[in-house]
C-alpha cells in the first residue's frame, strides 16, 4: 500500500485515529494512538514512545524507542466504520535513537531468521490453526467459570456461537485477511477459525490481529475469547498447531514424487532439526506456566518427540500429499498453543529447520501407531523422549541449546529467560485451592 492509497482510505472511511501497533517480547499487542492528522509526520520520521515502560524491552536507561510504520499493513479497523469516525491500525517495527533496529523487537527478531533461510535460497510459508475458547460473564462482569456452550466437533445445530464465529469471520476479512474454515472444536466453548498461509512476518502479523480481532467481537458481544492453553480441567487444551513449508525457485522444497510420504531430503532434515531442538522451543512456544497443562496424555496434544503421517500423537504430522498439487506438501508442529508470541515462535521454528538443513541432520524413524496406546517400555525400547514436563523444564532446556538462543540474542534471551523463571517461581511458590482441599483437614 502506497501513501496515496491510505490517504483515499483515510478519506474514504473518515478515519479520526491511527492505533501505531507493536509487539513486546511475550506477545502482547501494545499501541500509540495517534489522531490521523500526525500520521504524515509519523511516516516521514517515526513516533518516539518509552521502551522502559514495555515488557521485555529498554533499562530505564535507554528508554527512548522510535516506531515505524509499515505501510503496507494499514488497514481501516472494521468494527469502527459505523461510528460516525473510524479507527485505522498500521503494524510498527521498532528502532533505537541511533537508527539501528531494536535488537529486542520481535518483529526484527524474525526478519533476521528469514534472511537466513534467502541466504539459503529458501523461503519460509506458515499457516497457524487457533484454538480458542468462549465465555460468558456474569452479570457483574466477572467471568463464568463454565464454557460458552455444549456443542460439539463441527456441531451447527446445538451450537449457540456460529453467529459469533461468523462475526469474527467477517471482521478478519476485513482486515484483509483470507479466512478458510471456521468450525466448532473438540471440547465445550471451544473454536477454531483457519487463515491462508503465508510468509512468516505477514503470517506473524495476521496471528496478531486474529487473537486481537477476536477478543473485541467477543467483548461487543457479551463474551470474552481466551487463548489460554488450558483453562478447564478434563477437557482438551487449546493448540496452535503451525503448518510449514519451505519453497525453492518457486517450487515447494519439502516435496519430492520418489521417497516415501514424497517428503524430500531437506524436508527430512527440516523435520529432524526441529525434533533436536523441541526442548528448547518449547520455552517459546508453549510459554507459560498453564501451557505445560495442556502437553499431557489423554487430550488429543503431542507429548512425545515423534514424526509421522497418520498419527495424531505425533510432534510433527506430515498431512497426506497430493502428488498433483505438490505446492501444498507440507508437516504440522502441534505442540505450540496460542499464548506464544508469534513472531517468536516462528523465528526458532525456522530456525530449528534451517539447522537440520544445514547440519544435514537425519530424521529418526516415523511413528504410525499411537504413542498414547504404548506402553512406557514401548516408548523406551522405541527411544521415543517427551516434551518437558512443566516451564521450568523448558527454560532449563533452552539455557542449554546455544542455537535457540542466538536466535533471541545474548541480551534479550536473558530478559526472556528472567521473566519467565520469576513466571516459574510466583506458580511455584503459590497455595492453590487444589492443595487446601487436599491438605488442609488431612494433615
Known amino acids: ?22 509487539s513486546d517480547l511475550l506477545g ?8 490521523v492528522h500526525q500520521l504524515g509526520e509519523v511516516i516521514e520520521h517515526g513516533k518516539w514512545f518509552d521502551g522502559s515502560s514495555i515488557e521485555g524491552f529498554a533499562r530505564i536507561s535507554e528508554s527512548d524507542m522510535l516506531l515505524r510504520p509499515d505501510l503496507q499493513t494499514f488497514k481501516v479497523i472494521p468494527w469502527t466504520k459505523n461510528n460516525g469516525y473510524a479507527e485505522a491500525r498500521i503494524v510498527c517495527d521498532v ?6 533496529p531494536f535488537v529486542g523487537d520481535p518483529r526484527y527478531i524474525l526478519k533476521r531468521q528469514v534472511m537466513e533461510a534467502k541466504k539459503l535460497g529458501l523461503d519460509y510459508f506458515v499457516a497457524p490453526e487457533l484454538e480458542f475458547f468462549l465465555l460468558k460473564r456474569n452479570e457483574d462482569g466477572t467471568l463464568a467459570k463454565l464454557p460458552h456452550d455444549k456443542a460439539g466437533y463441527f456441531d451447527q445445530t446445538i451450537d449457540g456461537a456460529s453467529a459469533v464465529r461468523n462475526a469474527m469471520s467477517l471482521a478478519l476479512q476485513g ?15 471451544q473454536h477454531e477459525i483457519n487463515f491462508k498461509y503465508d510468509e512468516p512476518i505477514k503470517t506473524a502479523d495476521n496471528t496478531m490481529t486474529f487473537k486481537y480481532a477476536l477478543k473485541m467481537v467477543a467483548q461487543k458481544m457479551g463474551l470474552h475469547t481466551t487463548f489460554m492453553a488450558k483453562p478447564f480441567f478434563g477437557i482438551n487444551g487449546s493448540g496452535m498447531h503451525t503448518n510449514q513449508s519451505l519453497f525453492q525457485n518457486g517450487k515447494n522444497a519439502f516435496f519430492s514424487a520418489e521417497n516415501k510420504y514424497n517428503l524430500s531430503d531437506i524436508a527430512l532434515q527440516f523435520i529432524a532439526g526441529q525434533l533436536a531442538h523441541i526442548k528448547a522451543m518449547n520455552a517459546i512456544t508453549n510459554p507459560t506456566v498453564n501451557s505445560y497443562k495442556r502437553l499431557v496424555v489423554g487430550y488429543e496434544a503431542p507429548v512425545y518427540i515423534s514424526w509421522g503421517q497418520t498419527n495424531r500423537s505425533a510432534l510433527i504430522r506430515i498431512p497426506r500429499v497430493n502428488p498433483e498439487k505438490p505446492s501444498s506438501t507440507r508437516c504440522e508442529l502441534r505442540c505450540p498453543d496460542p499464548t506464544c508470541n508469534p513472531y517468536l515462535a516462528y523465528a526458532v521454528m525456522l530456525a530449528a529447520g534451517l539447522d537440520g538443513i544445514k547440519k544435514g541432520l537425519k530424521a529418526p524413524a516415523p511413528v504410525e501407531e499411537s504413542t498414547y496406546e504404548m506402553t512406557p517400555e514401548e516408548i523406551i525400547n522405541r527411544g521415543i523422549d517427551t516434551v518437558p514436563r512443566d516451564l521450568y523444564g523448558a527454560l532449563r532446556a533452552l539455557a542449554k541449546d546455544d542455537l535457540i538462543k542466538a536466535v533471541l540474542g545474548e541480551e534479550i534471551f536473558k530478559r526472556y529467560y528472567d521473566i519467565k523463571m520469576k513466571e516459574w517461581d510466583d506458580f511455584r511458590i503459590h497455595v492453590s485451592e487444589w492443595e487446601r482441599e487436599r491438605y488442609l483437614e488431612v494433615y
Do not use: C, S, Y
Not at 500500500?1 to 507493536?22: A, C, D, P
Not at 502482547?28 to 489522531?35: D, F
Open 1 to 22: 500500500m502506497q501513501i496515496e492509497q491510505i490517504k483515499e482510505e483515510i478519506i474514504k472511511h473518515r478515519v479520526k485515529f491511527v492505533h501505531l501497533q507493536f
Open 28 to 35: 502482547i499487542l501494545k499501541a500509540v494512538t495517534i489522531p
Open 95 to 100: 528502532f533505537m535513537p541511533d537508527g539501528e
Open 175 to 189: 482486515f484483509g485477511m483470507d479466512v478458510e474454515a471456521l468450525h466448532h472444536e473438540v471440547a465445550d466453548g
